[in-house]
């Protein structure tokens, strides 16, 4: 991959792995509250979230953004290396999560058919009860992956709040910011106000003038104005 075109394209990047990040975040709260809930997480929503080698989901795209944004750059920036590093421990512990999920859609049921058969030999019973509890671990295995993808999923967000500053006068992440307030804000929460002080500290105006000008730049003059018009209302 070409150096030079990966820089060309560095602004779009920057906000693709922000708004991907968002995007699998809100995904997995939705999946986890429902863990909360029932006790059990969804195969096909792990199937869906990832994808496959030659049909990529969100998460599986989120990844490899990451690597070319992150490792690209001849002196790695370290705060990227570290969510390049998170985002891929997130997918990875999805696969895990997608695996556990199938055996207990799957095989659980069966096991607690062949269990509960009356007609069933003794020894045969016996050996189905003792690997059952091996399949029981996967419940346990499920607690400990929804934990860690959670911790590193807070930690991703301390990282971009530290990693972004520097692309304060990205136009499309500034755009991004603008359309998608309610998005970064549902994902970030408490710490949303803090995250855009920090990645503009020096001019609370800006995020709304790049995003007027991005919008402008591809035609969107009514948004452009609704932009502008905010940064008014905001900070007159």
């Given at each position: ?26 995904c ?44 690209s ?14 985002i ?44 059952f ?14 934990s ?28 991004f910011f ?59």
């Amino acid at each position: 991959m070409s150096k030079s075109w990966v820089k060309s394209k560095f602004p779009e990047f920057v906000r693709d792995v922000l708004r991907d990040f968002c995007l699998v975040s809100q995904c997995l709260f939705t999946e986890f509250s429902r863990h909360a809930q029932t006790g059990q997480v969804s195969f096909t929503f792990f199937k869906d979230l990832l994808g496959e080698e030659m049909n990529k989901g969100l998460l599986w795209t989120l990844k490899d953004t990451s690597h070319i944004l992150f490792r690209s750059e001849a002196q790695p920036d370290r705060t990227g290396l570290y969510l390049d590093w998170c985002i891929g421990y997130i997918f990875h512990e999805c696969m895990k999560l997608r695996e556990d999920a199938y055996q207990q859609e799957k095989y659980r049921p069966w096991f607690e058919m062949m269990h509960a058969n009356p007609a069933l030999p003794p020894e045969e019973k016996l050996i189905g009860k003792e690997l059952f509890t091996v399949l029981e671990q996967t419940s346990e295995s499920i607690d400990r992956e929804i934990s860690r993808i959670k911790f590193i999923l807070f930690h991703c967000r301390r990282l971009f709040a530290m990693f972004l500053p520097q692309h304060q006068d990205n136009p499309l992440l500034a755009r991004f910011f603008f359309a998608q307030e309610d998005l970064v804000r549902n994902v970030f929460k408490s710490s949303y106000n803090e995250l855009i002080q920090k990645i503009y500290s020096q001019d609370h105006t800006k995020l709304y003038r790049l995003a007027a000008q991005s919008l402008e730049q591809g035609g969107w003059t009514e948004e452009s104005a609704k932009a502008r018009n905010r940064a008014r209302l905001v900070f007159p």
